[in-house]
């Protein structure tokens, strides 16, 4: 139906750069939005930052200024650019997405979750 393909993740030094990378495929009408959970070792899965379809971004206060999101609607994909991570960056990121398909209203879906590690 739809699926969430991540790329991107790995171990990366604080101060360092990572950039992720999800690509929405299967049969869609319109990716309503798409955005970046993550969760670390006995916490809750958490908000990173969303991107609408029209442009509109949100981002959770501890990467506001350090992580940028950015879609192509077309190819819909939407990548997570993080700069100067942090120790407490390092998580499993989940890509997310909104989706309507040709036979279905908009439903969540979820991308299968890559590990970002940063060393201190």
């Known amino acids: 139906q739809v699926q969430l393909v991540e790329s991107g993740g790995g171990l990366v030094q604080a101060g360092g750069s990572r950039r992720r990378s999800c690509k929405v495929s299967g049969n869609i009408f319109r990716v309503n939005a798409m955005g970046w959970y993550r969760q670390a070792p006995g916490t809750q899965r958490e908000l990173v930052a969303i991107i609408t379809s029209g442009g509109s971004t949100n981002y959770a206060d501890s990467v506001k200024g350090r992580f940028t999101i950015s879609r192509a609607n077309a190819k819909n994909t939407v990548d997570l650019q993080m700069n100067s991570l942090k120790p407490e960056d390092a998580a499993v990121y989940y890509c997310?997405?909104?989706?309507?398909?040709?036979?279905?209203?908009?439903?969540?879906?979820w991308g299968q979750g890559t590990q970002v590690t940063v060393s201190s």
């Open positions: 997310w997405s909104t989706t309507g398909t040709t036979i279905g209203r908009p439903r969540d879906y």
